[in-house]
């Protein structure tokens, strides 16, 4: 059983920055795609960035190029959201999640997914 576990949300003022991990645990295959989604209250849930495992090849929504960046630490089996220059539009719950196609960028491309961590941005 795979499980997908998020960290490091929280309050931050427009133009900060936050890291979000997510830790994966149990077996998932070096073809798997982790992406990272968000949803805002009253939104659906939006892609956000993506990666492979084995190339590292990545992928963003328009909205967060330059200012995000999807990695990963595979020695701790763990994928982060680096966020930068924040905006109050960036506030959601953000989730990671785990699939098989590439690029994924809806919900249904994956298949384990995370309980997600709230990020507020105040302008």
């Known amino acids: 059983q795979v499980q997908l576990v998020e960290s490091g949300g929280g309050l931050v003022q427009a133009g900060g920055s936050l890291r979000l991990s997510c830790v994966v645990s149990?077996?998932?295959?070096?073809?798997?795609?982790m992406g990272w989604f968000r949803q805002a209250p009253g939104k659906e849930r939006e892609f956000v960035a993506a990666f492979t495992w084995t190339s590292g090849r990545t992928s963003y929504v328009d909205s967060v190029k330059g200012r995000f960046t999807i990695s990963r630490d595979n020695a701790k089996n763990t994928v982060y959201l680096q966020m930068s220059s924040l905006k109050p539009e960036d506030t959601a719950v953000y989730l990671c999640?785990?699939?098989?196609?590439?690029?994924?960028?809806?919900?249904?491309?994956?298949?384990?997914w995370g309980q997600g961590t709230q990020v507020t941005v105040s302008s």
């Open positions: 999640a785990a699939g098989r196609l590439w690029v994924g960028t809806q919900s249904r491309d994956y298949d384990y």
């Open positions: 149990g077996r998932i295959f070096s073809n798997y795609v």
